[in-house]
């Protein structure tokens, strides 16, 4: 073991990383006289903990359970394990390699490839635009940073509504072209047929999806709240229980009001996993750049609904880093020396110097370092050449 490990890990940390293993979250604490012993010391230091990844590891290919260092992958045992204990499961959305390693990294229990792909990676303006080749294309780069948490796919609108038939290829496929662990289904309990075939016939673990379901933008008008009257709030209750007859082993609850989510989730043996649903389910899933504040950009800011707690601002920190970046190009700030670190030695620019001067004709004693060079300046009127603030950036943009 690593020495240098040694000193940093905190009996606090190291107690922090058997709760993670055991990936149950808060509840799962260390027995209370638990000292870790020479070998599970080293178990945790060597592969499994979050904090410890080398370089090589986060970025090698292996996957998780091919290795000694395997992660314990978490399955809809887990869950339901979670539920029975009254463990809040948490969801998140990723879309991509790096969103799902943090994700990952982050322990929460199930990252969901949602088709709101669609709308904050693709630019669309409703999920109905995107495919099952790009749902799985995306989905196979998730699985590649995702080594523990269960990774579920949406299937996406229109490939499981024309018939059975038709789910159960498109459903095969993202298992076994987008690698994940399962898949979530939007729908009532007309889709209860189509979710039974899947999990009974194909074995796939389904997550069904009732309340706001956006695949049905079209005929609802718009992303509307469900279950704001006496009738809906039936129907949402006869479909979550159709569902969990069907085999469904949890169900997202969508813009339900919290009382109704509370009532729903009472009803059923199955967990459900609310989102704009209030506090009374049996877990939550936010939406990767909601979360992160990363829906700022007057483009994404059309599609944040009101539910979205921002618990970081990545947007803003991301946009300040590129105008700086943009800023220090144009005034000739970046590079610096120290970011160009590759030589050519003396002797190697005399030799070359000559070459050069065969080729071209000119002495190599103009060319002067770049850090003295008289180079051109920019107008300073010229809007992109003054050191921008976001305001102004943000004007550019738009103008
Ligand atoms: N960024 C993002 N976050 C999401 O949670 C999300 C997406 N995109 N895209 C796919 C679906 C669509 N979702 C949405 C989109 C809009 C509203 C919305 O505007 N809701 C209104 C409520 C409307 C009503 O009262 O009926 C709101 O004000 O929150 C809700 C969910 C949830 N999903
Ligand atoms: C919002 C979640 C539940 C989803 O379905 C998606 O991201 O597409």
């Known amino acids: 073991m690593d020495t240098t490990m040694r000193r940093v890990c905190s009996r606090w940390q190291l107690l922090e990383h058997w709760r993670y293993l055991r990936g149950l979250g808060e509840r799962a604490a260390a027995p209370r006289d638990w000292q870790p012993g020479r ?59 790096p969103q799902a390693l943090h994700a990952d990294l982050a322990a929460v229990d199930i990252v969901l490839v949602g088709d709101s792909l669609a709308m904050v990676e693709l630019g669309h303006d409703t999920t109905q635009f995107v495919t099952l080749d790009d749902m ?111 085999g469904a082993f949890a169900l997202v609850l969508e813009c339900v009001p919290a009382r109704l989510a509370t009532a729903v989730t009472t009803a059923l043996r199955i967990p459900t996993i609310g989102i704009g649903a209030g506090g009374g389910t049996s877990g939550q899933v936010l939406v990767y750049h909601d979360l992160c504040g990363m829906m700022t950009h007057p483009h994404h800011a059309k599609v944040t609904p009101k539910f979205c707690k921002r618990f970081a601002e990545a947007g803003a920190e991301i946009h300040r880093g590129l105008v700086d970046y943009r800023t220090a190009v144009k005034q000739r700030r970046f590079p610096t020396a120290s970011y160009a670190p590759y030589q050519l030695p003396d002797a190697e620019w005399e030799r070359f110097g000559r070459l050069f001067e065969q080729l071209t004709g000119q002495g190599l004693q103009s060319i002067s370092a770049p850090e003295d060079a008289q180079t051109e300046r920019l107008d300073p009127k010229h809007p992109l050449s003054k050191d921008t603030s976001t305001d102004e950036t943000e004007y550019l943009y738009r103008s």
């Open 39 to 97: 070998n599970q010391f080293r178990y945790l230091i060597r592969g499994q903990s979050p904090n410890h990844f080398s370089p090589n590891r986060v970025y090698c290919t292996k996957q998780a359970g091919n290795s000694e260092n395997h992660l314990r992958r978490i399955t809809i045992r887990d869950i339901q394990r979670m539920h029975e204990e009254r463990v809040p499961i948490c969801m998140v959305t990723a879309y991509s390699y």
């Open 136 to 246: 799985l294309h995306h989905c196979r780069a998730v699985a590649r940073g995702c080594r523990r948490a269960l990774l579920l796919a949406d299937m996406p609108f229109g490939t499981c509504e024309t018939s059975t038939a038709d789910a159960l290829r498109n459903v095969t496929r993202m298992i076994q072209e987008g690698h994940a662990h399962g898949v979530k289904i939007e729908g009532g309990k007309r889709m209860a047929p189509v979710i039974e075939a899947c999990v009974h016939s194909l074995g796939v673990a389904v997550m069904g999806h009732v309340g706001l379901r956006p695949q049905s933008y079209s005929a609802r008008g718009g992303f509307r709240a469900f279950g704001t009257n006496a009738s809906e709030a039936a129907e949402l209750l006869e479909d979550a229980l159709a569902l969990q007859e069907a």
